[in-house]
């Protein structure tokens, strides 16, 4: 009796201990495995902004394997990306106005298909390994070429530029056009 009071002592206090630290680390985004980062940059008159978590190659087969060839990728790690535009842009001339939306991604080894989506502030996966992206509520999709990038990009990068935005990571670059 004295064993088993003993035991359970010691095991409220391990979780006394580990369970706010837990807690802290999942508040604390920065001591996540792929860090948030944010791109920002103008096009034409509007900023642009892109928020997502920065996943790292660490060795790994990026395309056609970590991210399924095919399939709908939240376009980082953790939460699905944003991006968020304060005036109207055109996308490979499709109208995105103002505001906050998810960007998904299908990747293909010859085309990718970048996706637009309403909702936002959802977790990127469900538990099933499929993505939280709801067709439904997709503002549009419009396709891009990938190119093979100028140099190996051990964390995925996103870059904001006058002309568009651009997702580089592992031996891979997507650019999207924007005016």
């Given at each position: 009796?004295?064993?088993?009071?003993?035991r359970?002592?010691?095991?409220?206090a391990?979780?006394a201990?580990?369970l706010?630290?837990?807690?802290?680390?999942?508040?604390?985004?920065?001591k996540?495995?792929?860090?948030p980062?944010?791109?920002?940059?103008?096009?034409?008159?509007?900023?642009?902004?892109?928020?997502?978590?920065?996943?790292?190659?660490?060795?790994?087969?990026?395309?056609?394997?970590?991210?399924?060839y095919?399939?709908?990728?939240?376009?980082g790690?953790n939460?699905?990306?944003?991006?968020?535009t304060?005036?109207?842009?055109?996308?490979?001339?499709?109208?995105l106005?103002?505001?906050?939306?998810?960007?998904?991604a299908?990747?293909?080894?010859?085309?990718?298909?970048?996706?637009?989506?309403?909702?936002?502030?959802?977790?990127?996966v469900?538990?099933?390994?499929?993505?939280?992206?709801?067709?439904?509520?997709?503002?549009?999709?419009?396709?891009?070429?990938?190119?093979k990038?100028?140099?190996?990009t051990?964390?995925l990068t996103y870059?904001?530029?006058?002309?568009?935005?651009?997702?580089?990571?592992e031996?891979?670059?997507?650019?999207?056009?924007?005016k």
């Amino acid at each position: 009796m004295r064993h088993s009071i003993i035991r359970y002592s010691l095991l409220l206090a391990v979780i006394a201990f580990v369970l706010p630290s837990a807690v802290f680390a999942q508040k604390d985004k920065s001591k996540r495995a792929s860090p948030p980062a944010t791109a920002t940059g103008k096009i034409g008159e509007a900023t642009v902004t892109i928020d997502y978590s920065s996943p790292s190659v660490k060795g790994r087969k990026i395309w056609g394997d970590l991210v399924p060839y095919d399939k709908v990728w939240r376009a980082g790690a953790n939460e699905a990306t944003i991006i968020t535009t304060d005036k109207n842009i055109k996308i490979l001339g499709k109208l995105l106005p103002p505001g906050k939306y998810s960007l998904y991604a299908i990747p293909g080894e010859k085309e990718w298909t970048i996706i637009l989506n309403f909702e936002t502030g959802q977790w990127g996966v469900k538990m099933d390994g499929s993505t939280t992206e709801d067709p439904t509520k997709d503002v549009f999709r419009v396709t891009v070429k990938p190119e093979k990038s100028k140099s190996f990009t051990e964390n995925l990068t996103y870059s904001v530029d006058s002309k568009g935005f651009a997702l580089v990571w592992e031996n891979v670059e997507v650019f999207v056009r924007v005016k």
